[in-house]
């Protein structure tokens, strides 16, 4: 089953933090690595890798974007010391957000900046079943404050009709209100939602608190797709800004990066021709939705 991957833009450190995330978390590897060379960030370091079995992409392409706790990453443990190792290891340089302890909602719990600026949970679910281990969390705040119910039910609908839809579950629901009395945060207001896209479970939550960030690319979410149907789709459903169009990118109405990126690219920029690799990228570097025959056609030199 083609799972969605989330896409982690760094300066120049993308090997090193995937050394270290795999080094963290058990279970965990580094697929691949790669780089892309005459870019217009230059030679870009692009490094997959596997946390506890989940795809990440990672590339070193300049100092464009900063991570924020727009978008964190939760990492679900069935022991307290697994937390406490865990989140020793990854806060180590960075920043605690929220101390490791005792909350309403986990036994063991903390939210902490690493030393490259992406954010982690860490927390303890004990024996309950574990069917993903590391969940993406988007936390809505500012002007798209109170929109995370629909924002997820927007995304669980948008997967769900999509051709490649009936691959893996698709679902949304509020798992938990702010009550009255908990201001700025508006009474009925998402505490804290689930959505599974594609089989693939993510999180989301509302915060009316005072924040200086936003989404923004730092963070996105790659969408493989097998067929220029599938392309045309979740680019006519999901883009919302035509000035962030560009080679596979577009941000959603809530201001989230998704790639739409057809699954032979793997092929084309992780095989052994070199030659091929440089004409694909000189092409796709020119587009804004990819055009599947137009990438073959310069992968095979036509």
Same mark, same amino acid.
């Given at each position: 089953?083609?799972?969605?991957?989330?896409?982690?833009?760094?300066?120049?450190?993308?090997?090193?933090?995937?050394?270290?995330?795999?080094?963290?978390?058990?279970?965990?590897?580094?697929?691949?690595?790669?780089?892309?060379?005459?870019?217009?960030?230059?030679?870009?370091?692009?490094?997959?890798?596997?946390?506890?079995?989940?795809?990440?992409?990672?590339?070193?392409?300049?100092?464009?974007?900063?991570?924020?706790?727009?978008?964190?990453?939760?990492?679900?443990?069935?022991?307290?010391?697994?937390?406490?190792?865990?989140?020793?290891?990854?806060?180590?340089?960075?920043?605690?957000?929220?101390?490791?302890?005792?909350?309403?909602?986990?036994?063991?719990?903390?939210?902490?900046?690493?030393?490259?600026?992406?954010?982690?949970?860490?927390?303890?679910?004990?024996?309950?079943?574990?069917?993903?281990?590391?969940?993406?969390?988007?936390?809505?705040?500012?002007?798209?404050?109170?929109?995370? &119910?629909? /924002?997820?039910? $927007?995304?669980?609908?948008?997967?769900?009709?999509?051709?490649? *839809? +009936?691959?893996? !579950?698709?679902?949304?629901?509020?798992?938990?209100?702010?009550?009255?009395?908990?201001?700025?945060?508006? &009474?009925? /207001?998402?505490? $804290?939602?689930?959505?599974?896209?594609?089989?693939?479970?993510? *999180? +989301?939550?509302? !915060?009316?608190?005072?924040?200086?960030?936003?989404?923004?690319?730092?963070?996105?979410?790659?969408?493989?797709?097998?067929?220029?149907?599938?392309?045309?789709?979740?680019?006519?459903?999901?883009?919302?800004?035509?000035?962030?169009?560009?080679?596979?990118?577009?941000?959603?109405?809530?201001?989230?990066?998704?790639?739409?990126?057809?699954?032979?690219?793997?092929?084309?920029?992780?095989?052994?021709?070199?030659?091929?690799?440089?004409?694909?990228?000189?092409?796709?570097?020119?587009?804004?939705?990819?055009?599947?025959?137009?990438?073959?056609?310069?992968?095979?030199?036509?």
């Amino acid at each position: 089953m083609r799972k969605i991957t989330p896409h982690l833009w760094f300066d120049r450190e993308a090997k090193e933090a995937a050394g270290l995330y795999t080094s963290a978390i058990a279970n965990s590897k580094i697929m691949s690595a790669k780089t892309l060379r005459d870019t217009p960030s230059g030679d870009c370091d692009m490094v997959s890798f596997e946390l506890s079995g989940q795809s990440f992409m990672a590339i070193s392409a300049g100092p464009h974007f900063k991570f924020n706790p727009s978008v964190s990453f939760q990492v679900k443990c069935k022991t307290k010391d697994e937390v406490d190792a865990i989140f020793e290891k990854l806060s180590e340089g960075g920043k605690v957000l929220m101390p490791l302890g005792s909350y309403p909602f986990s036994d063991r719990y903390g939210w902490l900046e690493d030393k490259y600026g992406l954010s982690w949970q860490v927390i303890l679910t004990g024996e309950r079943e574990m069917k993903q281990r590391i969940v993406p969390v988007l936390m809505f705040v500012g002007r798209i404050c109170g929109k995370t &119910e629909e /924002a997820v039910n $927007f995304y669980a609908e948008a997967f769900r009709d999509s051709p490649g *839809g +009936a691959e893996g !579950s698709t679902n949304a629901n509020v798992l938990a209100r702010y009550g009255r009395g908990e201001q700025p945060d508006r &009474e009925g /207001a998402a505490r $804290f939602a689930s959505f599974t896209l594609l089989g693939q479970e993510f *999180g +989301a939550m509302d !915060s009316a608190r005072e924040h200086k960030f936003s989404f923004n690319e730092a963070i996105s979410f790659m969408v493989p797709c097998d067929t220029q149907r599938e392309i045309d789709y979740f680019w006519e459903r999901l883009s919302a800004d035509p000035k962030a169009e560009q080679c596979g990118w577009l941000k959603d109405r809530y201001g989230l990066s998704w790639q739409i990126i057809p699954t032979i690219m793997n092929e084309m920029l992780g095989g052994k021709d070199e030659v091929g690799t440089a004409r694909v990228t000189k092409t796709f570097l020119k587009m804004k939705k990819f055009d599947i025959d137009a990438l073959k056609r310069a992968y095979k030199g036509e």
